[in-house]
């Protein structure tokens, strides 16, 4: 894992003493509101329906477990008891008090993590593979250049005041596992014909009120420019960004009006200007980065995994919960383990503190003392030996962490939404809940097999609605919740934006809705067809005709 | 003010979070603000909704509650009631689990 350094030290040591200074002013009234907001939201503070709300970053979703038993204790501290994991691999914590914060952004900070960039019009949290550097289809270790691309991208004067948020993510496979193609910059991973390694760069992708794919801009961009091609990108869009209509004001907009081959042509003039320079990245500095992502003292000699193979035979629930939660790493006799926070009528993404506490010995005992968030609200411990997969598998069913559902319907990605959130119309961990609740029989999510079920509260999109299976937007209708439902979505390579498939349903009414489909999708699809190979095969209409009966003529 | 206007005028409370806490409040009598919604001042005109508006901004003003606004509300048996969604969850917190809510916590 990357260590600060005495810069990285002095930087967010010197933002924890300056807040504390900025939050005693405001006190005392030398600071306004409006003086006040923008510093507050600098440091990822929020203010929410209920109480304020403090984001903390967690870059490319990497933890310690000091780091996590860290995060535990400021949910007991100044929290009420849990943390809210988001599909920016982030931690939000929904009840801080204004007083407490330097407080807890002291403690965050001792641990080295902090709140910045976490708000506001710069670069944000730059997220990578959850799987990165144990994946066994991955070219490279993507968290090496989400951290490159993290150093440069801090308190960067340049880009602090861009037109709107900025969103960058990387993936070392070709396999998608970071929703590139939904970022405003995507960094894919190539190899080019000589062999080389670089990256494919996709641009101007994202959700919100206009979904958008990324277009690619370059096809192979060489390691060793990767910071003066960002910088360059970031130069356009900061001159060029519309600045008048917030609405209008993300990169995908601009690179829409501009037309993809024009931006890219001002990118790479801009790109001539600067590249060989300063920001040249050179491979010595590269592999220093590479050294703390090295891969940790495997066992070369793994032990024969009979035990773990008897295990499996002998309990039904933890072979379910290895054929769903477990997947292969490049080491042989290790594995990936994905444990999911989201048992069925619980909110997606929450743990509490107590769980984080045992996250933390788990990942400690069993995987190199390492741990990940997902952008699908679970955590990975990537580097789990088969042999002790039995041993963990029960600690976690005691921690009530064992649920065996990862990709599968119950899987649910979902919002704060109005339960929480300051610009939502609807909720959305409650119909989270509701239809994990519908679908909680392990025999029948099986059946089921892979569902991306996503569900944002509001336009915006936090949720990831459009690049669900089946994607749930809610919506006011005169102070009422209703939802909208979106069919089709996928967040990957093979990448697609959701169709809406009608009137919106009732918040009584959507659950039963998506019942229906997933019926409909069981009845007609062939064998081992996927929601999405049957949405493509069959299209809208029997989806349609079983939620809203036959079409009139 | 005519008879007509009164009767078109939604009754209404002014709302806030508090600066220090972060928590909802209600501006109740004699400028203060309250935590139970039943505790808060009914206002049934524009003149009583112009006046009550200036006190938030004073309270703003002087670092007590941020960003306060007048929110529609029915009077029932229980007291005022929220017309809106967003403000019936604002008043008894989150509906995700009971634990989770305002009064399960109260702000010690
Ligand atoms: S999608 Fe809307 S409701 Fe959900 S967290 Fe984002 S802004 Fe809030």
Redesign the pocket.
């Known amino acids: 894992m990357y260590r600060y350094d005495e810069f990285d030290h002095t930087i967010v040591q010197e933002r924890v003493d300056q807040f504390r200074d900025q939050v005693s002013r405001r006190v005392s009234g030398e600071l306004t509101e409006e003086e006040f907001r923008p510093l507050r939201l600098m440091n990822g503070l929020y203010l929410q329906l209920h109480a304020y709300m403090l984001r903390v970053a967690i870059p490319y979703g990497t933890l310690s477990s000091k780091q996590i038993r860290m995060l535990a204790h400021i949910a007991r501290r100044y929290d009420r008891g849990y943390g809210h994991f988001t599909t920016r691999q982030n931690i939000q914590y929904n009840w801080p008090k204004l007083e407490d914060v330097p407080d807890l952004l002291a403690d965050l900070a001792s641990v080295e993590m902090h709140a910045i960039q976490t708000s506001g019009n710069c670069i944000r949290n730059v997220t990578a593979d959850a799987y990165a550097g144990v994946a066994d289809d991955e070219l490279e270790d993507s968290r090496i250049y989400a951290e490159i691309i993290r150093q440069w991208s801090t308190l960067h004067p340049e880009f602090s005041f861009l037109p709107r948020k900025f969103k960058i993510a990387v993936s070392g496979a070709p396999t998608d596992r970071a929703a590139v193609r939904f970022h405003d910059i995507g960094l894919q991973m190539r190899q080019n014909i000589r062999g080389e390694v670089g990256f494919e760069v996709l641009v101007g992708g994202g959700q919100g009120r206009t979904p958008i794919i990324a277009e690619t801009i370059r096809d192979f961009l060489p390691k060793q420019d990767l910071l003066s091609y960002l910088e360059a990108i970031l130069r356009v869009y900061n001159m060029l960004g519309r600045r008048d209509n917030i609405y209008k004001a993300r990169i995908k907009i601009l690179v829409k009006e501009t037309g993809r081959d024009k931006f890219a042509a001002l990118v790479e003039e801009e790109w001539n200007r600067i590249r060989g320079g300063a920001l040249d990245l050179h491979k010595d500095e590269i592999n220093r980065i590479r050294s703390y992502f090295a891969p940790p003292l495997y066992e070369l000699t793994p032990e024969p995994d009979t035990d773990y193979q008897i295990a499996r035979r002998a309990d039904r629930d933890f072979d379910r919960w290895c054929a769903s939660n477990v997947v292969s790493n490049k080491q042989p006799g290790y594995g990936i383990v994905n444990i999911s926070l989201k048992p069925a009528g619980m909110a997606p993404g929450d743990a509490t503190a107590d769980q984080m506490d045992v996250l933390a010995d788990l990942a400690e005992t069993y995987s190199f003392d390492e741990l990940r968030v997902t952008h699908k609200q679970n955590i990975v411990l990537g580097h789990v030996r088969l042999v002790g997969l039995h041993a963990l598998w029960q600690q976690l069913d005691a921690a009530g962490l064992a649920t065996a559902n990862i990709g599968l319907a119950s899987d649910i990605i979902a ?4 339960d929480y ?1 300051n ?3 609807a909720r ?1 961990i409650p119909v989270a809940q509701r239809i994990s609740e519908r679908f909680a029989n392990p025999d029948q999510l099986a059946r089921i097999g892979a569902l991306r079920i996503n569900i ?8 990831h609605h459009h690049v669900g299976d089946i994607g749930i937007l ?1 919506v006011d209708r005169r102070g009422e919740e209703f939802y909208q439902i979106t069919l089709g979505g996928d967040p990957t390579e093979n990448v697609a934006i959701g169709e809406v498939i009608g009137p919106a349903f009732s918040y009584d009414d959507v659950v039963d809705a998506v019942e229906t489909i997933i019926a409909t999708y069981e009845t007609i699809r062939t064998i081992d067809e996927t929601f999405a190979q049957t949405w493509r095969r069959v299209g809208v209409t029997p989806f349609k005709e079983k939620l809203y009966g036959p079409a009139r003529h | 003010m005519s008879k007509k206007t009164e009767q078109i005028f939604d009754t209404k409370v002014v709302t806030a979070n508090m600066l220090l806490g972060g928590n909802v409040v209600y501006m109740a009598t004699g400028s203060s603000w309250d935590e139970k919604l039943a505790n808060a001042l009914i206002i049934k005109n524009d003149d009583a909704l112009t006046r009550l508006n200036k006190v938030a901004q004073e309270a703003v003003t002087s670092g007590i509650v941020v960003g306060p606004y007048a929110i529609a509300v029915k009077i029932g048996f229980a007291g005022p009631q929220p017309l809106s969604k967003r403000e019936q969850i604002r008043a008894t917190g989150p509906t995700i689990r009971a634990d989770y809510s305002e009064q399960a916590v109260p702000n010690v």
């Open positions: 919002c704060p939404g109005l959130c610009l939502a119309n959305s944002s509260g509001c336009i915006n999109a936090c949720g809610g």
